[in-house]
């Protein structure tokens, strides 16, 4: 059974990144297999999370390391919201950036190069108020699929179990939103949905 939905989940990772680039949806990192992918209208989708009430009541905010989230990170810093950014596939654990720190840096500071210049290494961080996280697919029932290495649902849970629950938004093209995602027991969920066109509450 499990060996059955690893396989689903595969194919379904397969079929949007081939359709990602057909489209000419995908853009830069290049191709987009094997990753969160980088889609036409990120920014928009950037700019619609900001316009949340999940968004404007935060402090402190994680959001995935991937290209697809820049435009989140930036608006974060931009808003004076300390980022938390994980390091890519958690190597270096989390990264702190003080808004304070990097004003008129702040597309900079947004890149994996610029938090580590300006941000510090941490184990120990305030409770975040909202996770901002990348992926592959994405459900109406908030089921996601990552990239297949399960570094998603481990920040993702890791934050929880430490903190307790809290919002957890994604960021995706339209076409990323599938009629359901294969999901298994230790998979998390996200409640809400951006695409550049339009912001789903999960229910």
């Known amino acids: 059974m499990e060996h059955n939905v690893k396989e689903k989940k595969r194919k379904l990772r397969e079929l949007i990144w081939k359709e990602m680039e057909n489209k000419g949806i995908a853009r830069f990192p290049l191709p987009c297999t094997s990753r969160i992918p980088n ?60 808004p304070k720190k990097v004003r008129g840096r702040e597309e900079f500071a947004s890149t994996i ?14 409770k975040p108020d909202l996770i901002v996280t990348g992926c592959v697919a994405v459900d109406k029932a908030g089921r996601r699929l990552g990239k297949g290495h399960a570094y998603g649902d481990q920040e993702i849970r890791m934050m929880k179990q430490r903190f307790g629950q809290m919002p957890v938004i994604t960021t995706v093209h339209d076409v990323q939103i599938v ?23 999960v229910r």
């Open 179 to 201: 009629d359901s995602v294969p999901f298994e027991e230790h998979d998390e969920r996200v409640t809400v949905i951006v695409t550049p066109t339009k912001t789903i509450s």
């Open 113 to 126: 190069r610029g938090a580590f210049k300006f941000g510090v290494e941490a184990k120990d961080f305030p």
């Open 39 to 98: 889609f036409e209208g990120s920014e928009k989708a950037a700019e619609r999370v900001r316009l949340l009430e999940e968004w404007k009541n935060a402090r402190v905010i994680v959001v995935n390391p991937d290209f697809a989230q820049q435009r989140v990170r930036e608006n974060a810093l931009k808003d004076g919201k300390l980022l938390i950014m994980a390091s890519p596939k958690l190597k270096r654990g989390y990264i702190l950036v003080d």
